[in-house]
């Protein structure tokens, strides 16, 4: 179970805290990409693993000064930080306190203990989702590179913003004219990172198939738009998606805070509750050009049984 890789992943950090580690070293850890298991803790633990590393660090800096003879110096480079003035600055934002200030009676000190991840049940709720097969897929998309961290950002809307972008530089509807009517459905595209990327890759696109107007592909893939006039080449790439199993979601809302509702769900509730584990394949959003009342988008999310 999920629940089970992030305890394990927990007890690697709390054996290497003294060590040069980052999420990327403890996702190899429990066999996990870098994106997925960066994902899956901060939604489970409610941080970023290297949060917690940093706030587990912080917390034993502060009881070797107090209780050892250590300078702040030495503690600086025992605990990861390049410089004594770089720890100072975190140790006092973590604490209230400095840590010269720490090597004295009375100061103010915060303690993070290790963490145990236990599942709590609450009142029940429905959680409907179905399961879907769905053979290799291509897109033609507009696509970006976006931080990692971002994904577990309530407060971050680089997202929304490169829809906005792409939409006010009339990106979106070339697209959308490659299709047939009623199937003018556009998608939100999400590739997990390779291995020790630091980023992923956000794509708004549109279904190619035998309902795909394959002449316009041509020329938006080669630089101009719907209606034969040059663009700026180089906007739209062809995506394109391994076979597989999806557990399928409906974000039901008037805007996207649903889609991060539904993120929520599905690891606090559908991994432990029914031991599939998101693989490292593309999840996508579909946002229906004639979807049902109160509908925001699918969402579509690539799983496994453990």
Known sequence: MAIHLMQQAICYMEEHIYEDIGYAEVAKSVHMSSYNFHRTFSFIVGMTPNEYIRKRRLTL?????????????DAAYKYGYESPESFSKAFSRFHGSTPKQAKHKGARLHLFNPLVIKIILEGGSVMD??????????FIALVKAFPNEISTDD???????FWTECGDRNLIEPMRQLRADGKKDLYGL????????????????VAVDEDTDMTGVGRLLGGGNAAGEKQNTGVYTMWETEPADYAVFKCMGPDG??????????????IPQTGYLQTDDTDYEIYFEKGESGLFCELWVPVKKI
């Not at 999400?190 to 696109?205: L, M, Q, V």
């Open 61 to 73: 800096a502060a009881q070797e000064l107090q209780t050892t003879d250590i300078s702040v110096m």
């Open 129 to 138: 989702y179905r399961m879907e097969h769905k053979e290799s897929q291509k």
């Open 155 to 161: 407060n971050d809307h680089s997202i929304p913003d």
């Open 190 to 205: 999400c590739s997990p990172t390779k291995k020790d990327e630091t980023h992923f890759n956000y794509g708004i696109g």
């Open 257 to 270: 805070d649903c889609i991060g509702e539904t993120w929520d769900k599905f690891f606090k509730e559908f």
